[in-house]
């Protein structure tokens, strides 16, 4: 009897203290290769972290704060509020290494896709981000940053 007390005063113990104690729970966004994640991550040593994803997750992120304002059949035009500094940073979310050419900055994702960055479109003279809409088409989605 006296043992039956002391499992069952321990049992209550343990079920105190565990209501007390946060419950532990592993869950994180898709990372990508680049330090300027979309979203913010917390980093711990007890934690895995996944170190690179596809360019297609972070363009997702950088569509999900843009506005579609037209499609034609080799377009799907966006519009953001940011200027040149919001396309840059928008750029710079995508993962790859960048490469400085005449007409913008490209960068090669791990999809085989280019990010293009143009300072000055050609037909609306805003900041442009290009990056393919559709896998293997000609069909692209271009944001414009406006001041």
């Not at 170190?51 to 704060?65: D, E, F, K, N």
Request: hydrophobic share 35%.
């Amino acid at each position: 009897m006296k043992l039956f007390k002391v499992v069952c005063s321990l049992l209550l113990v343990f079920l105190i203290f565990s209501m007390f104690e946060g419950t532990n729970l592993a869950s994180a966004d898709p990372i990508t290769c680049s330090p300027n994640s979309i979203e913010p991550q917390l980093l711990s040593d007890d934690l895995v972290t996944i170190q690179c994803s596809g360019g297609s997750i972070a363009w997702a992120g950088i569509l999900r704060t843009a506005t579609l304002t037209n499609t034609t059949k080799d377009v799907r035009n966006f519009r953001k509020v940011g200027g040149n500094n919001g396309a840059l940073s928008d750029f710079n979310k995508m993962p790859g290494n960048p490469v400085n050419r005449p007409e913008g900055v490209k960068t090669k994702t791990h999809e085989g896709k280019t990010v293009t960055y143009y300072p000055v479109s050609k037909s609306t003279a805003e900041p442009t981000l290009q990056y393919p809409a559709i896998s293997g088409t000609q069909t692209w989605d271009k944001v414009r940053f406006t001041p």
